[in-house]
């Protein structure tokens, strides 16, 4: 007993530090994910779609608190990509690891369920998780740029605007994505099967299309959306949102289709406009349909039920769980 009380606690250490350089390994691939594609804005250098942030809450929302410390390295090591490390730099990580945290604390107060089967848990992390809660690391990386003589104060608003929406952005895309690939569950039947397929093939020929054609035909994508969240709820409808996303983030870098011929204050906005309502749509319709489906199968489940009693009485049989009642009306006990 004493022997597997001691490996217990050996175990417990190697298994935080297994996870901390996983989660610290991960946010650093996705912020190399991230800054494949960048936009300037106000002379600084921001990411239109930030991954880390969604890996983050993702991250918190599986494993608990204990794995801030791989957030606050994988920041570091996507700053010490980015430039030298200076005493200012500890400010950016602590923001960038302060604000999925309380996305977290403020989701966990409100009962957050990681299936996202309730509109009330997509509102949260649309509300709580995203907006909310990356104001701590828009702000910090902003003000500590002014602050440094990095970027000049007039400047400050609409950096901060594009580093808050860059963050919330990758919580609202790529936290609900991570999150139900823990739940995935391939469709059974072969008519699912070859739905999916349809609709992936439809997606990899429209949506490239649609971001990069100058006739302005991103409003197409949305059909898409909401063809995916009706026959595949949360899974299809996010990842059809992703693959857009990045198609159009792509597209805006590259100044080409819808986004040609503007300025980069014009070109962030259009693109985060597209891809915020993209997220909100899925997201939420996603939500209200499973919601539909569980108070349906509740429903159905609960008349099989009534059923079952009704052909009990009509046999003359006691509903089960209900001891038969003698000629008084009194239940006779089993003894």
């Known amino acids: 007993m004493a022997g597997v009380v001691a490996r217990q606690d050996l175990r417990t250490p190697a298994v935080f530090v297994l996870e901390t350089l996983a989660v610290a390994a991960c946010y650093y691939a996705a912020g190399r994910l991230g800054l494949l594609r960048e936009l300037t804005v106000a002379g600084a250098v921001v990411s239109p779609l930030w991954p880390p942030a969604g890996v983050a809450v993702a991250s918190l929302l599986v494993l608990g608190l204990r794995c801030w410390l791989g957030i606050a390295l994988g ?6 990509y980015l430039t030298s490390l200076q005493p200012a730099s ?6 960038n690891t302060a604000a999925p945290v309380c996305g977290y604390l403020l989701l ?11 509109l009330r848990d997509c509102l949260a992390l649309v509300f709580l998780g995203a907006f909310s809660a990356m104001l701590i690391s828009s702000s910090a990386g902003a003000g500590l740029l002014v602050a440094t003589g990095d970027l000049p104060g007039r400047d400050f608003g609409g950096v901060w605007l594009a580093w808050w929406v860059g963050d919330a952005m990758g919580v609202l895309l790529i936290t609900p994505v991570l999150l139900m690939l823990l739940r995935l569950r391939a469709p059974f ?3 699912r099967w070859k739905e999916a397929v349809g609709l992936t093939v439809i997606a990899g020929c429209l949506v490239p299309v649609a971001t990069r054609s100058p006739a302005s035909l991103l409003f197409a994508i949305y059909p898409l ?32 289709g819808p986004f040609a011929y503007m300025s980069e204050v014009e070109v962030m906005v259009n693109l985060q406009s597209f891809n915020g309502a993209m997220a909100l749509t899925s997201l939420l319709l996603s939500a209200v349909i499973t919601e539909q489906h569980n108070t349906r199968r509740s429903v159905e489940r609960a008349c099989q039920e009534l059923v079952e009693v009704l052909e009990h009485l009509t046999a003359g049989e006691p509903a089960a769980g209900r001891p038969p009642r003698d000629d008084g009306g009194r239940s006779r006990s089993a003894g």
């Open 225 to 256: 959306l909401i063809w995916a969240a009706l026959r595949f709820q949360l899974p299809g409808s996010m990842l059809c949102a992703l693959f857009a996303s990045v198609m159009a983030t792509i597209a805006a870098t590259d100044g080409v």
């Open 189 to 191: 039947h072969w008519s």
């Open 90 to 95: 500890l400010g950016v990580v602590a923001g």
């Open 108 to 118: 966990r107060r409100v009962g957050f369920r990681t299936d996202l089967a309730r």
């Open 75 to 80: 920041a570091l090591f996507v700053l010490m």
